[in-house]
């Protein structure tokens, strides 16, 4: 038999309403008894009774036994979820910043407490892969995950290469979609799938490394000389996430844009849909292909966790208790185009080797091989307007 779960959950945006209207369609034996929000003048397509904006009406009524927090306030979000989790109720919740950020305290107020956190629909939308890398590849030993994390970069990257569109009017559209942030900077800087990688790296390889040390370089510095570039050789740009294990032991994370060949897997993923590719030892290489945003990929998700926990469903993190933990590096060598108009930032980021420079009016660029480190030491001066970066295989 299955718990009956009666739901407070935080939130009623495009993830709570699509959830909603996915939860409508089914006898789940659950119920949803208050939605909190923000605004109680709001025009609602459900009845007035069921929302308020009082936190403590969920947090405080015994018979609530599991949260559901789809909020856009990251330090909201944590505040309700460590509430909920000492009060004993399991919450389920899609806010990978907030997640990224506090993944270790989380965990322990999971094992102080006994209350289960599932985040499912924060990584990848509608792709289930945190509970395959925490189940799964339990045993597997994973070379690397990576791929498209970000649908709303994905989304401005298609319309870019394979309409002609501007890139502002793709971001517009991605808002309107409801696909990207309420700070569209989170998707089109990169912090958006960065805090998707530090979770996928926590479940992947038991290694908790803080968002604040991750590189992200993204799209927003994109120029139409880069797309010219691109096009002449074949190739598409994509904002990939990596993680990756290097030397036995050590984990190499960062997210850039990088130019993907037909043959690439990736190369087909298009619009707002993410991809997510695992290369382990044994099941060699696999693909999860999905939406990656929207309301009801990612209600989908949120509720796939929900009905986990009608069964008692935990993570167990068990990666990140083994006798013999991975380390976070930075000294990774990486292949980049960077493409500037001020000829002196040559000058101030070190390259250990280049080996193509191309120079004319308006356009200039070298390809060359860079560290890690270098990157995120002069991560101001690369990521600035009128430079563009990105990872070359
Ligand atoms: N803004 C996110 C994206 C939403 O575009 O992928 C899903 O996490």
Known sequence: ????????????????QGLYDIIKTKDLNLEIKKFVIKNQD????????????????????????????????????????????????NVVSANKKMLANNLESLVNIQHETGSSLLYEGSVCGSIPIIRNLEEYYDNELLHSVSGIFNGSSNYILSKVFNEGQSYDDALK????????????TLD??????????AIVAYHAYGLYVNPDKILNIGIDKLGDADVKFAKEKNLKIKLLPLAKEVDGNQIVLYVLPKFVPKESI???????????????????????????????PTGSAVLSDITALR?????????????KPVEYTTHYQLRVYLRF??????????????????????????????????????????DQQGVFIAQMD
């Open 266 to 296: 990736l190369y087909a993923v298009e619009n707002e849909n993410n991809g997510v590719l695992v290369r382990a030892a044994f099941a060699d290489e696999q693909f999860f292909y999905g939406k990656g945003a929207g309301g009801h």
């Open 341 to 382: 108009s001020d000829e002196s930032l040559l000058e101030k980021v070190n390259f250990d080797n280049i080996e193509e420079r191309y120079s004319s009016k308006d356009f200039n660029y070298i390809i060359g091989q860079i560290s890690l480190k270098e990157i995120i030491e002069k991560k101001e001066l690369i």
């Open 1 to 16: 038999m299955s718990n009956k779960l009666v739901i407070g959950m935080f939130g009623f945006g495009v993830v709570g």
């Open 311 to 323: 069964y008692g469903y935990k993570y167990e993190y068990k990666k990140h208790l083994v006798d």
């Open 42 to 89: 709001k025009k609602r397509s459900l009845p007035s009774s069921l929302f308020t904006t009082d936190a403590n009406a969920v947090l405080q009524d015994p018979e609530i036994n599991t949260v559901v927090e789809l909020i856009d306030d990251a330090d909201a979000a944590y505040d309700i979820t460590v509430k909920a989790l000492k009060a004993g109720k």
């Open 188 to 197: 089109v800087g990169g912090y958006d799938p960065k805090f998707k990688l």
């Open 173 to 184: 559209q991605a808002q309107d979609y409801g696909f990207a942030e309420t700070d569209p």
